[in-house]
């Protein structure tokens, strides 16, 4: 039986001791004190300390099939706005807490049904529960090498670093505006751009009124840098 701070919801298909393993590395992933580093892609900023990513623990070949991690370059951290930490961290207390249990008791409850091999609940709920522990160890990984990076320490700055807000015109005179962010994090339908791509690598460490020359498929593109904006710092409690 599986034990959560929902109570007891049933049994479960992997073993109870790998089980706990996963659950107390997802927890490590939140415990790390808050620090400052220095760094010349993010400048000053407030963030967590690099470690190491936990070795994945498979149930049997078909978790071999894991989540394929977005590249970080040799060397490099996983930069991570505090509102990106929050929404991974959130999504990874709801599978914890909520739909894993859930989809454990609907197991549960199709394997005393009888014949397993032939039961489409059953079959299903073990996919499942497949599906969600390989998003669990994909969120913890990336988590544990998660670098917060606050943007709002450099308001009122004109140079571009990690999560800056960008407006710059092509040769046509063409206007764009992006906001750098993390791999995990970048949605191109909200106009983000992680920080490893083509555009955020010649962008960063530029000023406004800058002449860029960006690197395209065949060609070489000249771009000015417009304007650049930062999130306002959150206000002091009193």
């Given at each position: ?27 490590r ?33 078909d978790?071999?099939?894991?989540l ?8 490099g951290?996983n ?8 929404a ?40 499942r ?60 339908a ?15 460490k ?24 930062y ?8």
């Amino acid at each position: 039986y599986l034990a959560t701070n929902q109570g007891v919801v049933g049994s479960i298909p992997a073993s109870r001791t790998k089980w706990i393993a996963l659950k107390q590395q997802c927890f490590r992933a939140f415990s790390y004190p808050d620090i400052v580093h220095h760094d010349p892609v993010a400048g000053r900023i407030d963030g967590l300390p690099m470690n190491k990513a936990f070795t994945k623990e498979s149930d049997n070949a078909d978790d071999d099939d894991d989540l394929q991690l977005p590249p970080i370059p040799a060397g490099g951290k996983n930069y991570m706005t505090p509102q990106g930490y929050a929404a991974l961290r959130s999504e990874l207390l709801d599978l914890i807490d909520v739909e894993r249990p859930k989809i454990v008791e609907v197991v549960h409850w199709a394997a005393s049904n009888g014949d397993r091999s032939e039961n489409g609940d059953y079959l299903y709920g073990k996919k499942r529960l497949r599906e969600i522990d390989r998003r669990i160890r994909f969120l913890t990984k990336r988590m544990e090498i998660a670098e917060i990076a606050n943007p709002s320490v450099h308001f009122g700055n004109d140079q571009i670093f990690f999560g800056a807000t960008v407006t710059y015109a092509d040769e046509a005179g063409l206007e764009r505006t992006v906001t750098i962010t993390g791999i995990d994090e970048a949605n191109s339908a909200q106009g983000e751009v992680s920080w490893i791509s083509p555009i955020a690598r010649t962008l960063l460490k530029a000023r406004t009124g800058d002449t860029l020359k960006l690197v395209m498929p065949g060609r070489v593109e000249e771009i000015e840098v417009l304007a650049v904006s930062y999130p306002p710092p959150a206000p002091l409690a009193e």
